[in-house]
């Protein structure tokens, strides 16, 4: 049996949750491949953690179907699905100790003493806590509960694993050492992860392909790179990395869009379909300064703004530009002669190619770091 | 749970130099003595529970000569030590009914949105503000032959039950007054307990009842001792409910001091009923206390 053979294929289907007036989660479909590591990404509320509590049966849906490993799972109460489940806030006992804890399923499954113990030291030795067996919760610190939380979960040898925030009450040092120990014990166990967070950071370094969620549906479903380079909305464009979004008059001749911002003319590639407000995104990286006389090469775009803030990070430098309309782009650049300084009138530059023409959700500006 | 208290000690730890501010260190003095914060309520202790307690104790052995003939007849009279045991074999029943009554209740409590929270609060602290007298003449005319309890048996078709002036009377009586005592503390202890953890139980396959036996009830067990406690030491020492609701078959120590003192003016008798009512009292808890020692401490909850 190769690792990979043991993660459990998981369906869901057309899944809803309403809760009286409230639609927790709205026709909710995704489908996670055996052995999968998949993030569950979005804002609080979005229905992330809905999704992850109907996986584990501690919520019922009000329609909808869901599978593991082929099989529909929606009738089987959460304790008879066989899924771990790691807690935001370790859900360790506290009356007993890490070993007990760590036993309490294998327990439940009438296995024998010698067999669990084997067991319990092996999950113990995956998650390097193998010394604080006769422990107590209390006495350990957050990190380390969550340690153990995990080899709890992971000990009866389950095809699914869910993870609901588990680092998010760790501090970030912390944080990223374990976000590589969760993605090693993935690789060695071969289980089906999801993960829940609101972390897109953490998102970004853990996962095989991110489900991003918004307001109780999912956005768009795929790899990292898929959702930065080809964000299919705004939402998840502004929610994955850093982004420039740029709004103004909309003409469309034949297949190319145009916009006017501030009385000057910039080109977006590509159409829209029909009755929807264009707003081009730019990525930090995507974009450069020049200083007005330098001349514009073919297939570029142009638009003059003032250098607001100047940051020197080593690597290169991070610029908030203030355009003429009042809307604000972030510049990344690795390389530059000159650097600008706060105050400098400035041109902002950018290749049709490396822009995306998204739909306007007529959502405010937040932002996200 | 224990916790130790943190002493303050910034008065204590730097010693100032002769001849510094006068101000600062008179502002430091109440928390160099922490223990002078206990003073009001301790001399309250000492004045109206320690001095009456010594007298009362000395008379015991003094009244009306030195030695130990109070206890001597104490113990030999047949009747106070029936009443003695029969003191204890009450207050533990009362404090079963209280617990059995007491668990779900409190646990609900933990359980409902907040408004019915305070309803089933306020349903627990009414009964509380009214006198126990009241409540106790209450009882009796719920609990009389023609009482409403024995109208609706009767009604059902079963023949009526003798409830006044028996022990079950007075159990139903005094857990009901003293039910407060038992739910509070459950429920404080209960809404402390991290209903995801019992989740988290069902996660590893735990069926519902067998979650709640192994997760929940030894987490809520603080407080079953706790509330259980004040329930069985308060039951010990009840004087008007078994006095009302009860008859001569279920007379409480407290009865017997009662006459002893007032009636016969006999104050080294009654005196060394207290005294072995007071150390019973002790050994039964030094007996119970390695049962309420927990190792653990409830995990943090941030």
């Not at chain 2, 396959?205 to 706790?226: N, T």
Request: with cysteine; aromatic share 8%; net charge positive.
């Amino acid at each position: 049996m190769t690792a990979r053979e043991r993660g459990a294929a998981i369906d869901i289907k057309g899944a809803t949750k309403r809760y009286g007036n409230f639609t927790a989660l709205d026709d909710v479909s995704l489908h996670i491949e055996p052995g999968e590591f998949m993030t569950l990404l979005g804002p609080s509320g979005s229905g992330k953690t809905t999704t992850l509590n109907v996986v584990a049966g501690f919520t019922d849906l009000t329609s909808g179907d869901l599978a593991v490993g082929g099989k529909s799972i929606v009738a089987l109460p959460a304790h008879k699905r066989n899924i771990g489940v790691v807690f935001q806030h370790y859900a360790l006992f506290p009356h007993m100790t890490v070993g007990k804890n760590v036993a309490y399923p294998l327990t439940l499954r009438g296995m024998d003493k010698p067999a669990r113990d084997r067991q319990v030291a092996r999950a113990l030795d995956m998650v390097k806590m193998a010394d604080f067996a006769h422990r107590y919760p209390a006495e350990l610190s957050g990190g380390q509960q969550q340690r153990v939380a995990l080899a709890r979960a992971i000990v009866f040898d389950p095809p699914l694993l869910l993870m609901d925030e588990p680092l998010g009450a760790l501090d970030k040092k912390l944080r990223e050492w374990l976000q590589l120990e969760i993605k090693r014990i993935h690789r060695e166990l071969g289980t089906t992860f999801v993960y829940v967070t609101h972390d897109q950071e953490e998102a970004l370094v853990l996962s095989d392909r991110i489900a991003v969620f918004n307001q109780g549906r999912i956005e768009q479903v795929g790899t990292g790179r898929q959702l930065y380079d080809e964000p299919t909305t705004l939402f998840v464009a502004k929610f994955i990395g850093e982004s420039t979004s740029l709004r103004g008059d909309a003409q469309t001749s034949g297949n190319e869009t145009s916009l006017t911002i501030a009385g000057q003319k910039i080109v977006a590639g590509g159409k829209l379909a029909g009755g929807q407000k264009p707003v081009v995104l730019l990525r930090p990286e995507k974009l450069s300064l020049a200083s007005a006389k330098t001349p514009l090469t073919a297939g570029q775009n142009s638009l003059t703004g003032e250098v607001s803030e100047a940051i020197y990070l080593g690597s290169g430098s991070k610029y908030q530009v203030t355009l003429r309309d009042g809307s604000v782009a972030i510049v990344r650049s690795s390389l530059e002669a000159a650097p600008f300084s706060i105050g400098d009138t400035v041109d902002l530059r950018w290749s049709v190619v490396d822009a995306k023409l998204l739909a306007d959700d007529n959502r405010a500006d937040m932002t996200m770091t | 749970m224990n916790q130790t208290s943190h002493t303050p000690t910034a008065g204590g730890d730097h010693p100032r130099p002769a001849g510094a501010v006068q101000g600062p260190q008179r502002r430091l003095r109440l928390a160099a003595y922490p223990s002078l914060l206990a003073m009001p309520a301790l001399l309250l202790l000492i004045a109206a529970m320690g001095y009456p307690l010594l007298t009362v104790t000395l008379r015991s052995f003094s009244d009306p000569a030195w030695g130990l003939q109070n206890y001597v007849w104490f113990f030999s009279t047949p009747v106070n030590v029936t009443v003695l045991w029969r003191t204890f074999s009450i207050a533990a029943w009362v404090t079963i009914v209280c617990v059995i009554a007491a668990y779900p209740y409190a646990y609900l409590m933990t359980a409902v949105g907040p408004r019915l929270r305070l309803v089933l609060i306020l349903c627990v602290l009414v009964p509380f503000w009214v006198s126990g007298v009241v409540r106790t003449l209450a009882w009796v005319i719920l609990l009389q032959d023609s009482g409403i309890i024995n109208s609706v048996i009767r009604l059902l078709g079963f023949d009526g039950v003798k409830l006044i002036r028996t022990q079950t009377g007075v159990v139903i009586g005094m857990a009901q007054v003293l039910l407060p005592f038992m739910i509070l503390p459950l429920y404080s202890v209960m809404r402390g307990i991290d209903l995801r953890l019992v989740q988290a139980a069902r996660s590893l396959g735990a069926r519902p009842a067998r979650a709640f036996l192994q997760i929940y009830l030894p987490l809520s067990l603080p407080g079953v001792f706790a509330g259980a406690i004040i329930v069985f030491i308060l039951s010990l020492g009840f004087y008007i409910t078994p006095a009302l609701l009860g008859g001569p078959r279920s007379t409480m120590l407290s009865t017997l001091v009662q006459s002893q003192v007032l009636s016969l003016l006999n104050w080294g008798r009654g005196g060394a009923m207290g005294v072995v009512l007071l150390v019973a009292t002790f050994v039964l808890l030094a007996l119970a206390a390695p049962l309420m020692r927990q190792r653990h401490k409830q995990a943090s909850r941030s």
